[in-house]
Structure formats: structure tokens, C-alpha cells
């Protein structure tokens, strides 16, 4: 397995985005989400290259909770996720705080918490709601059928927030608390990468684009870099 690097450094401060690339600089394209789920097939991944690397902050912490993901993906392996789609309200937290889940998916909203919860979903292209989950209630089965992320907060409770983020391929990552990444199984191809995570939506921000090509039996190396400013936007650890 060959391994290429390409390194992504991406400024929100007055300069424009830029990535570099084997000593080549270029503008990162800041791309607002197509709301259409592209048409996928499901086909052999015989021949596929991945993609890994880590998102951090300059000369910081490395970025948990960053989704990494390949747009206008086409075919390739199969999309399912495992287990069921939950998202819990526990001890005043969203669990997950980042849930990624296929166009068409059902989600299941539970309240775990000895109180109640208000239960406020923002979305352009998916129905919003707005329910109330008292303590003890039936769980919510919301469908998602448009590629968006949704924040979801508690009009109770305003230090509560959550994302749902729907994709229409399976060619995702999302990042733990070590930054890192890695996105298998992809046929090869030239795409678009993208980078999303909450503080760049507080930015006004849909994602950060830039292309990358895939080959065979090739891992390219993309690291993502944010500058400091973004390092005070998201406390959570």
C-alpha cells in the first residue's frame, strides 16, 4: 500500500483558505451542501484506495468530532450502519453528540434524564419539530430523507446541543479525540473532500472542500489544520 501525502491548511481569520499540496498552493472552496441525495449503487470494492489524516489545531489539540467525508460518490461498498440509530438525552448531554446517519434513515429520540426535555430540531430540507419529551416519555422516531445537518437543541435546557447529519455514501469519518481519520474501501477516482464540524457552522460555514484523487491500492494522507481562533469555539472535551 503506497502512502501520499497532502497536507490541508485551512485559516478562518482575513486571509483566504488555502491548501497545499506537494509545494503547490491552491484556495480551499467554502461549498454550500447540495440538499439532493445523489443516486448510489452498491458495487465490488476489489479495486480501492483510502484516505487518513488528522484535524487539529495549529501547534494545538487535535479536533474531535470533525466529519471528514468524500462527496459525489457514485458506487462502492455497501451503506449500512450497525446497531440501531439512537439518540439519548443523559444527564443534561445529547449521546452521541454527532450522529451520522444514511439518507432514509429513522432515528429513534429517547429522554433518559428524571426531567423534562423540549426537543427543538432546526433543518432546512428534513421537517423540523418541536416536541416535548417528559421524564419517562415514548421515544420519537424522526426519518431523515434529505442530505443536511440538522442541529438539534432543548429549548429547556439551552446549553444542550446535537447534530444529525445525513449522507447519502458511506465514504465518512468522523474524528475521535486523537483527530484522526481514515475513509477505506474507496474506487478510484478524483472527488471532492470535505470537512465540517459545529464550530465552522457558528462561521457561517457549510463545509470546506478541496480534491483530491484516489488510486488503487493507495492511501492518500490529508491532515487539516485550523487556526487557533477555532480552538476557544468548542470547550467540550
Not at 486571509?15 to 503547490?24: F, S
Not at 491552491?26 to 470494492?45: C, F, I
Not at 424522526?142 to 446541543?161: I, T
Request: charged share 20%; net charge negative.
Amino acid at each position: 500500500m503506497v502512502t501520499l501525502p497532502l497536507i490541508i491548511l485551512l485559516t478562518f481569520l482575513s486571509p483566504p483558505l488555502l491548501a497545499h499540496q506537494g509545494g503547490e498552493t491552491r484556495a480551499l472552496k467554502d461549498e454550500a451542501e447540495s440538499y439532493l441525495p445523489q443516486a448510489y449503487r452498491v458495487v465490488g470494492t476489489q479495486a480501492s484506495g483510502s484516505l487518513s489524516g488528522i484535524v487539529m489545531v495549529l501547534g494545538g489539540r487535535p479536533v474531535k468530532e470533525a466529519l471528514v467525508y468524500v462527496k459525489n460518490v457514485s458506487q462502492g461498498k455497501g451503506f449500512s450502519v450497525a446497531g440501531p440509530l439512537v439518540l439519548d438525552q443523559r444527564d443534561k448531554l445529547f449521546v452521541p453528540h454527532v450522529l451520522v446517519v444514511p439518507v432514509g434513515s429513522t432515528v429513534e429520540l429517547r429522554n433518559s434524564d428524571p426531567e423534562m426535555h423540549n426537543l427543538h430540531a432546526a433543518s432546512v430540507k428534513n421537517p423540523a419539530f418541536n416536541e416535548g419529551m417528559p421524564e419517562g416519555s415514548t421515544s420519537l422516531l424522526k426519518r431523515f430523507e434529505q442530505v443536511e445537518v440538522v442541529r438539534l437543541g432543548c429549548d429547556l435546557h439551552q446549553e444542550m446541543r446535537a447534530w444529525i447529519v445525513v449522507r447519502d455514501n458511506p465514504y465518512y469519518a468522523l474524528t475521535g479525540k486523537d483527530g484522526r481519520f481514515n475513509i477505506t474501501d474507496i474506487p478510484p477516482g478524483t472527488y471532492k473532500l470535505s470537512l465540517w464540524h459545529e464550530d465552522l457552522d457558528k462561521e457561517k460555514r457549510n463545509s470546506l472542500t478541496t480534491e483530491v484523487t484516489v488510486e488503487t491500492d493507495a492511501t492518500l494522507e490529508v491532515d487539516f489544520y485550523l487556526t487557533p481562533k477555532e480552538q476557544t469555539a468548542n470547550s467540550r472535551q
